[in-house]
C-alpha cells in the first residue's frame, strides 16, 4: 500500500461512498421509470438502491483493495454449524420485534402518520423468483457490504459499542420509512454485532437475506396480517411471540458467536464481548475490536496499546461527516413522510 494511504475507512470516506451509492440508485431508479407500471418495474425498483450501493462499494474496492480487505472482513471462511445457527436467529429476532414493530407503527398513526412497504403478490411464481432475487439477495449483498462492510468499518475508531448503535441508526434511517425504523435498528444491532463478534460478514449476510425472506413471504400465512390490528387477541399473540422470539434469539446469538466466533479470544471475551469496552486493545499483536492487522500507518501494532479514543476525542459529537449524514437522512425521511401523507389526503 502506499505509505501515504490509511489502513482504515475515516466517516468522511464512508459517507461519500454511501451518498455516491444512493446517487446511482437515483440514476438507476430514473431509468426504471421509463420501464411499463407493472410487478416486473417494481422490483426492478427495489433492486436499484442495492445495485447502486454494489456500485459504490466496487468503486471504493477497485480505489483501495487493501483497505477494503482490511476493514470489511469477507475474506474470511465459514462454518456450515454457524450458517444454520443463522436460522433461529433469524426467526428469534423476527419474532422478538413484530410486538414492538407494530406497537410503533399504531402510534404513529396516531399521529396521523400512515406508512406501509406494499409488495406485489409473492404467491405468483414469476413474483416469487423476482422478489427473492430483488428483496431478498440483492440487500443481503448491497446493504451489508455497505453498513456492515465500509459504514461499520469507518466508524470502528470511536469504539465497538458507538461503531455497532451508529451503524445500526444509519441503516433504519437509511430506509426513509417510519413504520421500518424499529426493526430495522435492532436488526441492525444484531448484525453489526455478528459481523463484529466473528469478524466475517457472511453470516450476516445470511441472516440478513433469511430476515428479508419471511418479510417477503409471511404475508401468505393465514392469519397473519390480522396481528397489525393489536386488538385483545392480536396483542395476546405478539406478546407470546415476543418472549419467545428472545428465548430463541439470544441462546442461537451465542451458539453462532461461539461456533463462529475468533478463536484467538477467550470464551468471555467472544460472548460479553468487547463493544462494550471503550477503547480497543491490542492483543498477540493484532488489534482486536477492529478487523486491522496493522495500525493506520500500517506500522505493526504495540501488544497492550489502546486502540482508538472514544467519544472524547474521535466519537459522534466532533464527527461533522457522521452528524451530516445522520441528519440527512432524518430530514429526507421526514420530507418524505410528510409529502405521503399530503399524496394520501
Not at 7 to 21: H, N, P, R, T
Not at 53 to 63: G, Q
Not at 285 to 292: D, K, L, P, S, V
Request: net charge positive.
Amino acid at each position: 500500500m502506499d505509505g501515504n494511504r490509511r489502513s482504515e475507512f475515516d466517516s468522511k470516506q464512508s459517507a461519500l461512498v454511501y451518498v455516491g451509492g444512493l446517487a446511482a440508485a437515483f440514476a438507476l431508479s430514473a431509468i426504471v421509470a421509463f420501464f411499463p407500471e407493472g410487478d416486473v418495474s417494481t422490483w426492478l425498483g427495489y433492486v436499484c438502491t442495492q445495485l447502486g450501493f454494489l456500485t459504490a462499494v466496487c468503486v471504493l474496492f477497485a480505489y483501495d483493495r487493501e483497505a477494503f480487505a482490511l476493514n470489511v472482513p469477507y475474506k474470511r471462511k465459514i462454518s456450515f454449524a454457524a450458517l444454520a445457527v443463522a436460522v433461529p436467529v433469524t426467526i428469534g429476532i423476527f419474532m422478538q420485534n413484530t410486538l414492538l414493530a407494530v406497537s410503533f407503527n399504531k402510534l404513529l398513526e396516531t399521529a396521523g402518520i400512515y406508512s406501509a412497504t406494499d409488495l406485489p403478490d409473492p404467491s405468483k411464481p414469476l413474483n416469487a423468483v423476482l422478489g427473492l432475487l430483488c428483496v431478498c439477495v440483492a440487500p443481503a449483498l448491497g446493504e451489508e457490504f455497505m453498513f456492515r462492510g465500509v459504514l461499520l468499518g469507518s466508524y470502528r475508531p470511536k469504539g465497538g459499542l458507538k461503531a455497532v448503535l451508529l451503524s445500526a441508526l444509519v441503516f433504519a434511517l437509511g430506509h426513509f420509512n417510519p413504520a421500518q425504523l424499529v426493526h430495522q435498528f435492532i436488526l441492525a444491532v444484531v448484525l453489526a454485532y455478528v459481523v463484529e463478534a466473528t469478524d466475517n460478514i457472511w453470516y450476516a449476510v445470511a441472516v440478513h437475506f433469511l430476515n428479508n425472506v419471511l418479510a417477503l413471504f409471511l404475508g401468505l400465512v393465514p392469519g397473519y396480517n390480522e396481528l397489525a390490528a393489536l386488538d385483545a387477541r392480536s396483542a395476546v399473540i405478539l406478546c407470546a411471540m415476543c418472549l419467545a422470539g428472545a428465548a430463541i434469539l439470544y441462546p442461537s446469538l451465542y451458539g453462532l458467536v461461539k461456533i463462529a466466533g475468533r478463536k484467538e479470544l477467550n470464551r468471555k471475551e467472544r460472548w460479553i464481548f468487547y463493544i462494550f469496552r471503550k477503547k480497543a486493545v491490542v492483543k498477540d499483536n493484532n488489534i482486536w475490536y477492529h478487523n486491522n492487522t496493522a495500525s493506520a500507518t500500517g506500522d505493526p501494532p504495540v501488544s497492550g496499546a489502546p486502540v482508538g479514543n472514544g467519544l472524547k476525542n474521535n466519537g459522534f459529537v466532533r464527527d461533522p461527516w457522521c452528524t451530516a449524514l445522520i441528519v440527512m437522512l432524518v430530514v429526507v425521511t421526514v420530507l418524505s413522510t410528510i409529502l405521503e401523507a399530503v399524496g394520501a389526503a
